[in-house]
């Protein structure tokens, strides 16, 4: 019976490498032969769902094994007479080692229509197969290190970086005066505090070109405090970026104050939390680039033996 195993490590923490893989639901998301996902009933030891195809074909499976935070198979219904296998196994499992998660695939079927079937495998199906599982391992990768990377990244780390000074206006502000501070200090939104000093709101671009379009020119003499959001959505040092991301994606808003015992320390935007990603993907190309640099210049060394880089560089050179 054909088997395709493929399995890859990933400088991952195991919760992590495990929440992605065991989301039934969001298998059409990572798979690139799988349309959509419908879960019929149950879950982990008990789910069932239906598959979609690109093409329109539709499948059902179920759980037949759950190891929490290990591993887990699914079952293809091989009474679906669209699916062009008698039997389909799908195993998923994780192996945490010292410097990383190692995860594995494993596709354990048997080809429909006898020994043309067979031979259709052997020199089309299983190939085609095995790409697709790679470009699906290629994904979950993709979406673990994104998921590792919002679970180790804290708002302290952002602040660290960014500073802790937050601009403030006062709810009597003219929405004018409020528009110049933005300009001033290049920023798309500004803390508003009432009288007694303490927080009453935020105002944003956004805020001030709602009051423009409702109120026209007008609206730039009224004070601050009768269009800015009043309910802050705010956030912890301790807080991850996925925390950060899920509120921002969830109430729609682009700017969370800091507060630490009551206290404001900071404000962080959607644009730090770009910029950050941005820097982090920045630092892995950087380290891959010299991993493979140092690589190449440990051959050149072998091949050559030539042990003065200098030298060896301008020898390379010449050719």
Not at 17 to 36: E, G, M, T, Y
Not at 112 to 120: C, D
Not at 127 to 144: M, S, T, V
Request: glycine residues 6%.
């Amino acid at each position: 019976m054909p088997v395709i195993q493929l399995q890859r490590k990933i400088k991952a923490h195991a919760d992590v490498v495990w929440r992605v893989i065991s989301d039934l639901q969001s298998f059409a998301d990572v798979s690139p032969h799988i349309r959509k996902v419908e879960m019929l009933d149950g879950e982990k030891a008990t789910a069932r769902r239906r598959l979609y195809s690109p093409h329109g074909y539709t499948w059902t499976e179920h759980c037949v094994m759950w190891d929490e935070g290990k591993a887990y198979a699914m079952e293809v219904d091989s009474s679906d007479g669209v699916y062009p296998f008698r039997k389909m196994t799908r195993r998923f499992e994780l192996e945490e080692q010292s410097d990383g998660v190692v995860l594995r695939m494993c596709y354990d079927y048997k080809p429909k229509y006898g020994l043309v079937g067979q031979i259709m495998d052997l020199f089309f199906l299983h190939r085609k197969r095995r790409a697709l599982y790679e470009e699906l391992l290629n994904n979950w990768i993709a979406r673990i290190r994104d998921l590792e990377w919002a679970y180790t990244v804290t708002v302290a780390t952002i602040l660290q970086s960014k500073g802790h000074d937050v601009v403030t206006a006062q709810a009597g502000d003219s929405i004018i005066d409020v528009a110049r501070i933005l300009r001033k200090n290049r920023i798309g939104a500004v803390l508003i505090r009432d009288e007694t000093g303490h927080l009453a709101g935020l105002a944003s671009e956004r805020d001030i070109a709602s009051a423009l379009g409702d109120h026209g020119p007008t609206a730039l003499e009224l004070p601050i405090g009768d269009v800015m959001a009043r309910k802050l959505v705010v956030c912890e040092p301790h807080n991850d970026m996925g925390f950060v991301m899920a509120c921002m994606t969830d109430r729609r808003v682009r700017h969370l104050p800091v507060m630490e015992n009551g206290e404001l320390v900071g404000i962080i935007s959607i644009g730090d939390v770009v910029k950050a990603r941005i820097y982090s993907l920045e630092s892995e190309s950087e380290t891959m680039r010299e991993y493979i640099a140092g690589r190449e210049w440990r051959y050149h060394h072998k091949v050559t033996g030539v042990h003065d880089v200098a030298a060896l560089r301008q020898e390379l050179g010449n050719k």
